[in-house]
């Protein structure tokens, strides 16, 4: 499974912006996938997971409310819609895949995205 993020850019404080992340190969369905971001000097965090249905999901406590992960397996692409964004939302995001569903654990994803910065001014 390839996959290819996309959307990011510069936004203001309280804004919105919609990643996407588009995979290829006839697999893509099977697998559960994720967002994950990664800000200078941080490790690399979940943000949000979505089950290879679309039926689970979850979220890290710092997004709930704010950030949306949805998918559409017939387009071969994952979405998270990302509301009311803060300047601490600023960092490079990348879509992940992975056959555990809804894990937060970096090293359970196997195929990644290039990533897409988002940043968001105070």
């Known amino acids: 499974v390839q996959l290819q993020a996309s959307g990011g850019g510069l936004v203001q404080a309280g804004g919105s912006l919609r990643l996407s992340c588009a995979g290829s190969g006839r697999t893509f369905s099977t697998y559960a996938m994720g967002w994950f971001r990664q800000a200078p000097g941080k490790e690399r965090e979940l943000v949000a997971a979505?089950?290879?249905?679309?039926?689970?999901?979850r979220y890290a406590d710092s997004v709930k409310g704010r950030f949306t992960i949805s998918r559409d397996n017939a387009k071969n692409t994952v979405y998270l819609q990302m509301n009311s964004l803060k300047p601490e939302d600023t960092a490079v995001y990348y879509c992940a895949a992975t056959l555990r569903s809804n894990s937060i654990v970096v090293s359970d994803y196997v195929y990644w995205g290039q990533g897409t910065l988002v940043t968001v001014s105070s």
């Open positions: 979505i089950s290879w249905r679309g039926g689970s999901t």
